[in-house]
């Protein structure tokens, strides 16, 4: 038997970026992929937390298959920054490494 607990909320498909107007805090991590980013994806949620007066950090080294290294490596900026909110922009690869 094992049990699984995800402490935190997670919010996904059409309208969910709405919810970033309603979250509280200053910072925040973008957790994508160089190709999403390059093609202007994470914009939107950029523009959003940006709007709401959050400072941005963004963790684009979200590779196919999310491995350990990478997802300590997003965790570390994530504490080296502070952020209060961490932002998965992308499919199960960026989902999986933010979780991570």
Same mark, same amino acid.
């Not at 202007?40 to 937390?49: F, R």
């Given at each position: 038997? $094992?049990?699984?607990?995800?402490?935190? =909320?997670? %919010?996904?498909g059409e309208d969910s970026l709405d919810e #970033?107007? =309603?979250?509280q805090g200053k910072s925040? #991590?973008?957790?994508t992929d160089e190709v999403l980013l390059n093609l202007?994806?994470?914009? =939107?949620?950029?523009?959003? #937390?940006e709007k709401n007066d959050f400072k941005i950090t963004i963790f684009d080294q979200?590779?196919?298959?999310?491995?350990?290294?990478m997802a300590k490596a997003g965790a570390e900026l994530a504490t080296?920054?502070? %952020?209060? $909110?961490? %932002?998965?922009?992308g499919g199960g690869s960026a989902i999986d490494c933010a979780k991570a």
């Open positions: 038997m $094992w049990f699984y607990c995800a402490p935190r =909320k997670i %919010v996904f #970033l107007n =309603k979250i925040a #991590l973008i957790v202007g994806i994470p914009q =939107k949620a950029i523009e959003i #937390l979200v590779s196919y298959e999310p491995s350990i290294p080296q920054e502070q %952020v209060d $909110w961490i %932002v998965a922009i």
